[in-house]
């Protein structure tokens, strides 16, 4: 059974930068394309990013485009979500979830998710 768990999460100010990592076990990811969403307080979860299995093609909420960037290393069993510039509107709990075969920013299609890991975007 595929396990993941998020870190990375912690208080930033207004326009500073957080890398969240996700680590996979039980099952190797390389079958599982790999997404992101977050749930803010009181709203609904969205997604944020997704990465194919091979990581060529990723895919952006257009909320985080060119602030957000989705990377993988299958050697190490582990997805990385690099975020710059963040905003206030950015602080959600941020889960990582594996779709099999493909990049799904969509949550019908996630196979397993992660307990969440929290960021919070405040001065």
């Known amino acids: 059974q595929l396990q993941l768990v998020e870190s990375g999460g912690g208080l930033v100010q207004p326009g500073g930068s957080l890398r969240l990592s996700c680590a996979a076990s039980?099952?190797?990811?390389?079958?599982?394309?790999i997404a992101w969403f977050r749930q803010a307080p009181g709203k609904e979860r969205e997604g944020v990013s997704c990465?194919?299995?091979?990581?060529?093609?990723?895919d952006y909420a257009d909320s985080v485009k060119g602030r957000f960037t989705i990377s993988r290393d299958n050697t190490k069993n582990t997805v990385y979500l690099q975020m710059i510039s963040l905003k206030p509107e950015d602080t959600a709990t941020y889960y990582c979830?594996?779709?099999?075969?493909?990049?799904?920013?969509?949550?019908?299609?996630?196979?397993?998710w992660g307990k969440g890991t929290l960021v919070t975007v405040s001065s």
């Open positions: 039980g099952l190797s990811l390389d079958y599982y394309g």
């Open positions: 979830a594996a779709a099999l075969r493909r990049c799904s920013l969509y949550q019908y299609d996630i196979n397993a």
């Open positions: 990465i194919t299995r091979s990581g060529g093609r990723t």
